[in-house]
């Protein structure tokens, strides 16, 4: 009896799904969203934000990877 209760159980634990997978967006645009946190001047930010956002475009598909990933 115990040996079968064991058994139920071991078989259910093997096959848990794993669960839905969220995605962290917080690599998307991080550059643009960090200048856009900044503590300056607005006429510094104002000439950032091309730069960053060129450069964050650039690195959109690694930061969708690190999204799915982490």
Same mark, same amino acid.
């Given at each position: 009896?115990? $040996?079968?209760?064991?058994? /139920?159980?071991? &078989?259910?634990? @093997?096959? +848990?799904?794993?669960?839905?997978? %969220?995605?962290?967006? %917080?690599?998307? $645009?991080? =550059? =643009?969203? &960090?200048?856009?946190?900044?503590? @300056?001047?607005? @006429?510094?930010?104002?000439?950032? $934000?091309?730069? =960053? /956002? +060129?450069?964050? =475009? ?7 990877? @690190?999204?799915?990933?982490?």
């Amino acid at each position: 009896m115990v $040996f079968c209760l064991a058994a /139920i159980l071991a &078989s259910q634990t @093997a096959f +848990v799904r794993p669960s839905r997978a %969220e995605f962290n967006d %917080e690599y998307v $645009f991080a =550059t =643009t969203r &960090s200048v856009n946190n900044l503590d @300056a001047n607005p @006429a510094l930010k104002v000439t950032l $934000f091309p730069l =960053t /956002i +060129v450069l964050d =475009t650039l690195m959109l598909p690694f930061a969708v990877i @690190a999204g799915f990933v982490t």
